[in-house]
DNA sequence: AATGAATGAGCCTTCATTCAT
DNA sequence: AATGAATGAAGGCTCATTCAT
């Protein structure tokens, strides 16, 4: 009977050190062999595992994308007003780690990429859709359907912007500022003080 | 006889290949060739003039960010009260050529680089640094200068928001909306602020 | 409690795969891992028993060349006449499994290894010394010594003619056919010689 | 103005260095840093030149038969009689370079890598039509039509069988020597001495 | 007896870059 | 001014082989 069970650690290691390596780089561009290395073990293995490199990062961003919308899942259950629930969808998106530089970096290598493979794409279309249906279902007890919905489109803008600047140390917004700014957008569509 | 005073041509050509074939592509990982190509002419010819590849692409965002900055410039003079400038502002960001498709995904790929690159840091550095002064200048007039700054900021991560949306057709916002998105943001801080 | 006398039953069972591996793929560059699952077991069972996958394929080879000998003696065993004899010999090269298309595949595989390697060579000049005084033996009854030795090479390359043209489909002669061809051969040669 | 006109010379001194390495080594399986080495230039060239590895392999066997189809025309229109034209063809394989033991071991390499590649197998297969096409027509004006490509069938699976065992030094006929026996044998079949 | 785990070595392929003309 | 020719360096991927259990 050889070494069992491994296999679970090493694709949990291999995309670890995955969003590690491209939230460091701030690229899809690094090397196989820089991921294997963080996650202690050979290339060879991570082919072994996960075929090409395309499947590693595909399987990364399935990661990152199931780790947002677990978080997501976790704070909206905690929140009972409407202006609760909007106000824990933002709270997660510049949570720890999901506000982490690396993690914003590697979420902005990954939306680079969908300009070009399909599959990324579609991956984060569905987490924009369910982003925008969340923000409008909440923020629809509050306003006009209308109105919630294009309060939501703002508000996704402003946390793509948020993160694009995270990433880049554009202003550098720390988490409480960040979400104190989309906070106060939200306060002034809804036309009163929170 | 050597064809003369084809060096400001070239680069010109080159540069403008540049920005098409990373706009297209949505990332500085394009070939040489194919950007020389574009240009009609051999990559050898590229390099001549530019040296290595990286000056070009250094080349290329700050043809972009001139580009810009003129754009501005002529915005900004037009303009006569304070309301009119931020608009102004706003609006170049989102007028044809800025906002088109290509130019934006250029403009992404280029934010990517700066994570890596010292230079494109400094370079993006300094035309943020712009767009947050000439924003906050203009809504002093009609604001605390603390709450112009903030108002600034939130204008800011809303373009860039917008702009990374427009990459990745995420809601694919077109021109008047996403203006019409932002000036609506300024138009509520103002209203709030006295 | 390990399973014993497992290894007889392995060892046949991997030489199996590999000839039906080999004659599928039509070459020997097939993997030790696809041998190795066609014997329902791993490639590491397939090293532990062979060593390496030379060793493996050797193995393979004198699989395929006994079985042809073991043929051979058991049809002219029941030969009486030269004539008899000769056409026993020409009958078990077409035979089945002799000439089913794998095994034809495989034989070729191996031909064309015997190019590079010195045992594979040797292995296949017994055969071929064999055959050729095989059909000497049995032909010099009918004719003149060095006119046997003479038909003997034309029924051994008309064999492999016939084999290579097997495998690729060219004509793609069936057993009957392929008998009939190399039969009247030796009949014709027969027939000229007194 | 640049070094002109090197890619002709580097398409032929790179087929050439295939057909040598192939022939040598007996199989497609050679190394593209080894062909190009034996043509002078590096790997990276000759991917220039032909694309991928598979592309040069296919470059290289058309070339082997357009060689053999260029000196069959010459052979055939050099030939008066029937009978005479029977013999050019056979002449054909066996002369020099076509029945080196280079060429022929390239040639067999391409006959095993035919059961794999479709395109292969579609070269070899008009290769193979035109002989049969050729040798029955030269031999129906002398015997009956059904004979005849009967006949060219024969004469084909000899030609084959002789390859391999030039390739393999399995008696290692000599050319002379292969010439003989082939020419025997469709004298034989015309039933009648030469 | 048997295998999952793991890797080193090797090959194809790409691409920026240089050079001679 | 311009380019075809040419290459070195680098990375992805495959596979036989070894090892611990």
Redesign the pocket.
């Known amino acids: 009977?050889?070494?069992?069970?491994?296999?679970p650690?090493?694709r949990r290691a291999l995309i670890d050190a995955a969003v590690a390596a491209i939230g460091e780089a701030g690229t899809l561009?690094?090397?196989?062999?820089?991921i294997?290395g963080r996650a202690?073990?050979?290339?060879?293995?991570a082919?072994?595992?996960f075929?090409?490199?395309?499947?590693?990062l595909r399987a990364t961003m399935r990661s990152l994308l199931a780790d947002l919308t677990r978080e997501t899942r976790i704070a909206l259950a905690r929140a009972v007003t409407p202006r609760q629930r909007a106000s824990a969808i933002v709270a997660v998106n510049f949570s720890e780690p999901q506000f982490s530089p690396d993690i914003v970096a590697a979420w902005l290598a990954f939306y680079v990429e969908a300009q070009r493979s399909a599959e990324m794409r579609r991956l984060l279309g569905v987490y924009a859709r369910r982003l925008h249906s969340n923000l409008t279902h909440a923020l629809s007890a509050l306003m006009p359907r209308v109105q919630a919905a294009r309060t939501a489109e703002g508000v996704a803008a402003l946390i793509d912007g948020l993160y694009i600047r995270r990433a880049l140390k554009h202003g550098a917004p720390d988490p409480a500022s960040a979400i104190a700014l989309v906070e106060d957008y939200i306060t002034l569509k809804l036309g009163r003080t929170p």
Do not use: F, I, N, T
Not at 1 to 7: F, N, T, V, Y
Not at 40 to 45: H, I
Not at 51 to 56: C, P, S, T
């Open positions: 009977m050889p070494k069992l069970g491994m296999e650690l090493r561009d690094v090397r196989m062999s820089d294997a202690g073990v050979s290339a060879a293995l082919h072994h595992y075929g090409a490199k395309d499947d590693l």
